[in-house]
């Protein structure tokens, strides 16, 4: 046999090899079978070597893996190249041993030519082109080319590397292969429970599966398994050390500014919200429904490091007038969650709001020292300059507990009416959801070579007086007679046009310029912001000497 008839006998068992599974779908009966002409066609062929990669084209070195004829099928099909049968390629162009779709996009022609197909192998060929068609009819996580890795980021919120690292901490034992689900469509049918929100009726449809009862089962399975073998890695008191969040997992800011000469574990806790149906239960009713929102719901407890890693999620608990954010703390603390009394020590800082105010007892006598934004004293009506700064140092520290629960509710599933069926499973579900963040997000605080001097600038405001506010006072001027109401084109004051990173230096941060929009197009009525004609009412002293002296009241966001 000469080189070119070994060559087309190649191409030709790439798409009809003996052992073939699709040898026994056939549109003519073996036994009726009657020669054709044959049919040519030009075909792309890769590269056909024992010692040479398919992909890469580089020396072969172990480990190597043979193109399956599942990969050799749908190159010829989607791209017109044919592998040759017995090809091999490096292990690292491999998932679960068929091509990923990187290395499917890279092999590229090593020849062209001409290929005789009978009639046989070209209706073999249809068959397997109508079987492939058919079959992707729903989302297969399994199928290596059906799904990019944006379209696993758009469904489940990860990408397929970070499926895979998922399913690395789970063992065969816990997630097993049927009939209706591998543990990777298993793990992917909860996180798009999650990421979108769905009923178990849509995902059925959308994955190919009978029933909503056995999507039930498949959540059911991949929650137990996650929260068994992934969540205890990512989440909890027992994942990490106290000396791991102080020395991983603590801004420098928060540090220098809360303590000195110190270096204490600081920790932020919010309670946060979700939305549950109305109870038959009469009971749970009373307890679910929270006065202030008008609303059943349930609150879970966050603790973060002041970058914003996830440290612990508690709870959830009732909502009622007995489980407020303090009272809930002190349930924690007297009830020893998560052995939280022997890795918390004195001496170590919580950032609270106010609504943790009733808690301050307990924490003091166990030596927790606490901030919280400061208070008015009685027929006190504003805070004086070191109160409003240290509220200020707070608020700076503690938004980061806030993004965290924007993030656990940008999965849809937290952020809609939950279901009275799925209560039991609300613990489990927002402590896989906080373990992933743990386990694939960014830090939300990095360092910076700008600390040094915002803390330094901050350090020096901290106690200086405000001379405004004193001039104010001593001439009078807080009265609201003295103030009258212009539009900002009437103004005799200019002010320079600054920077963004000038605009920084005044807000230290971030958040307050992301808010600072929203006050604006309140105020002015109007979300276009750039519109001359628009009105952006602002108040003028009138008092001899004080006319340079301006005011704008803006509307609270809460109030």
């Not at 070597?49 to 072969?60: A, E, P």
């Not at 303090?326 to 022997?342: P, Q």
């Not at 520290?397 to 209560?423: A, D």
């Not at 579900?429 to 360092?447: G, K, R, S, Y």
Request: include cysteine.
């Amino acid at each position: 046999m000469n080189e070119n008839e070994s060559e087309q006998n190649d191409s030709h068992d790439s798409l009809a090899g003996s052992g073939d599974e699709y040898n026994n779908i056939s549109v003519v009966s073996k036994s009726t079978r009657t020669d054709r002409s044959n049919l040519k066609l030009t075909v792309e062929v890769a590269i056909a070597s024992k010692s040479q990669c398919c992909v890469c084209r580089v020396q072969l070195n172990p480990p190597t893996v043979t193109v399956k004829k599942e990969d050799r099928d749908n190159m010829f099909v989607k791209r017109n190249i044919v592998i040759p049968k017995g090809s091999r390629c490096c292990k690292m162009h491999t998932v679960n041993g068929f091509l990923s779709h990187e290395a499917f996009s890279a092999i590229t022609a090593y020849k062209v030519r001409e290929e005789p197909f009978d009639f046989n192998h070209n209706m073999d060929t249809m068959q397997k082109l109508r079987t492939m068609v058919n079959s992707k009819k729903h989302i297969n996580f399994d199928d290596g080319f059906s799904l990019l890795d944006l379209d696993y980021k758009n469904l489940t919120g990860f990408t397929r590397a970070q499926h895979d690292q998922i399913l690395s901490y789970i063992p065969s034992s816990a997630l097993k292969n049927s009939a209706n689900r591998s543990p990777r469509c298993s793990i992917a049918c909860l996180l798009m429970k999650l990421k979108l929100g769905l009923s178990n009726s849509v995902l059925a449809s959308i994955l190919g599966i009978d029933n909503k009862r056995k999507v039930s089962d498949t959540i059911h399975s991949a929650r137990l398994a996650l929260t068994q073998y992934f969540v205890p890695h990512f989440l909890g008191l027992t994942h990490i050390s106290r000396q791991e969040i102080i020395q991983k997992h603590t801004s420098p800011i928060a540090t220098r500014l809360l303590t000195e000469n110190r270096n204490p574990c600081i920790l932020v806790l919010d309670g946060t919200y979700f939305y549950i149906q109305k109870s038959r239960n009469n009971m749970v009713q009373r307890k679910t429904f929270n006065l202030h929102k008008n609303r059943s719901l349930v609150k879970p407890m966050v603790v973060v490091s002041t970058t914003g890693y996830i440290v612990a999620i508690f709870g959830p608990f009732f909502s009622d007038n007995n489980n407020n954010d303090a009272s809930i703390l002190k349930h924690i603390i007297t009830n020893n969650y998560d052995d939280i009394l022997n890795w918390i020590e004195e001496n170590d800082i919580l950032i609270l709001d106010r609504g943790f105010r009733d808690s301050l007892g307990i924490l003091k006598s166990l030596g927790i020292d606490v901030a919280m934004p400061s208070f008015l004293g009685p027929k006190q009506k504003q805070l004086d300059v070191q109160q409003a700064n240290n509220s200020r140092f707070v608020t700076m520290l503690r938004w980061v507990v806030e993004s965290v629960n924007s993030r656990i509710k940008r999965y849809k599933w937290f952020n809609q009416v939950i279901p009275n069926s799925s209560l039991p499973s609300i613990q489990d579900f927002m402590t896989i959801t906080a373990a992933l963040l743990n386990c694939f997000h960014t830090p939300m605080v990095n360092p910076s070579i700008d600390n040094d001097a915002i803390i330094t600038h901050m350090n020096t405001l901290r106690t200086k007086s405000n001379e405004l506010q004193k001039y104010l006072n001593d001439h009078q001027l807080t009265r609201n007679s003295v103030w009258d109401v212009i539009d900002l084109d009437h103004s005799a004051v200019t002010f320079p046009k600054l920077s963004l990173d000038e605009i920084r230096t005044f807000t230290l941060g971030v958040y307050q310029l992301r808010r600072a929009r929203s006050y604006a197009e309140e105020h002015a009525g109007s979300t276009d912001l750039t519109d001359p004609n628009i009105e952006f009412p602002l108040q003028q002293c009138t008092q001899m000497g004080a006319r340079d002296i301006i005011r704008i009241r803006f509307q609270s966001a809460h109030i």
